[in-house]
């Protein structure tokens, strides 16, 4: 990775220590972002999970949201899991009417769709472009519902994508930072590399 690029991660609420953790590992220069002025300083954002609704709140309050959305149209390579990626994704199902996404990948995302009894479940899952099964942990996770032309799936389970991508954005429904496995991160940074190198095409929101 060239020695400028910074990964930001949005440090509002929910699972952020554990992404910073693994990027850092992964050699990574990693910034907490809670403010306008820590996202200016990124070339790339992860969205963790944690509670879409309250990140949508918390993502207004600190005037972060526009700034992002703007930075995503732009190419800013960005990685949503679990809650980031309903935080990315074009249509909401069973979201609070209040609640915003950015619309940066043309996916539909139903809110804790995998049971209401057993909300959280781990499994492995083949990823393309990994040699070896990925353990991915399910924490109330979001379901893809719809996938648009322009998305590459990545993964699936159970019938359903969970790890996609379209141009510089990536989601997935599961928590890649909470196992040892750091593969799924490694793919992001490439991703990172690859746009800062001008072979990425600019995301488009809708
Ligand atoms: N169910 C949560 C939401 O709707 C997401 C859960 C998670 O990020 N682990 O925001």
Sequence with gaps: MPARTRIGVLALQGAFAAHIGVLKRLGAEVREVRLPVDLAECDALVMPGGESTTMSKLLESSALFD???????????????CAGMILLAREVL????????????DIAVQRNAYGRQVDSFETDIAVGGLDDAFHAVFIRAPRITRCGAGVTVLAEHDGAPVLVRSNAVM????????TADDRVH?????????????????STRG
């Design 186 to 202: 490694q793919l992001f940074l490439s991703l990172v590399d690859e746009t800062h190198a001008g072979r990425v095409a600019v």
């Design 67 to 81: 700034p992002i959305a703007k930075r995503i149209d732009d190419g800013m390579p960005v990685f949503g899991t």
């Design 94 to 105: 069973d979201g609070r009417p209040d609640q915003r996404s950015f619309g940066a990948i």
């Design 171 to 178: 989601a997935a429904s599961f928590h890649p930072e909470l």
